[in-house]
Structure formats: C-alpha cells, structure tokens
C-alpha cells in the first residue's frame, strides 16, 4: 500500500501529553500517522480517515506508549496542525 500523501503541518503536544508520554513512542507514532497507520482505530474509523484524505477533512489515529498510556494524533482539516494529546485532553 502506498504511503497517504498529506501534510502534518506544525506539530504541537499538549502540556499533560509531554508530561505523561514517552517521547519515542511520540515520534514512532507520529511517523506511522504519517504512512496511513492509524493505530487502534475501528474498521468504520479507518474508512473515515481515508475519505478525510481525499475530502481534506480532519484525520484522527489512537495509540498507545510503552506504558500502555493511550493517546491521540489528529491532524487538522486544512493539514496546518497535527496535535499529539490525551483523552481527558480532547
């Protein structure tokens, strides 16, 4: 499969986020956002951000670090910002 082609932007973690996660597993996890791995993500979900890559709508990956913490990517609509964030962040 062919890596998505989009644009992350500028990459920003919120403050709980850097706190809490280990910033390895950040960059491995930004990296597979980038290539179209969503993560732990529903079937239905993972259809959502392959339209949003075609449709320039917001596109949303779930992982976890090595401390099983689980955390959020999502890169804006308009690719301007991808957000690294926890839950009780959104």
């Known amino acids: ?6 644009s992350l932007g ?4 919120t403050p709980t986020a850097l706190e809490k996660l280990d910033a390895v597993d950040v960059q491995t996890a930004l990296k597979r956002h980038h290539n179209g791995d969503w993560g732990e993500l529903s079937e239905h979900d993972r259809r959502e951000n392959e339209i949003a890559l075609t449709e320039e709508a917001r596109l949303f990956s779930v992982y976890r670090d090595r401390s ?3 955390f959020y990517i999502i890169t804006e609509a308009d690719r301007s910002v ?7 962040d959104y």
């Open 82 to 88: 991808t957000t690294v964030l926890l839950p009780e």
């Open 68 to 70: 099983k913490t689980k």
């Open 1 to 6: 499969m062919e890596a998505p082609s989009f």
């Open 10 to 13: 500028a990459v920003v973690i």
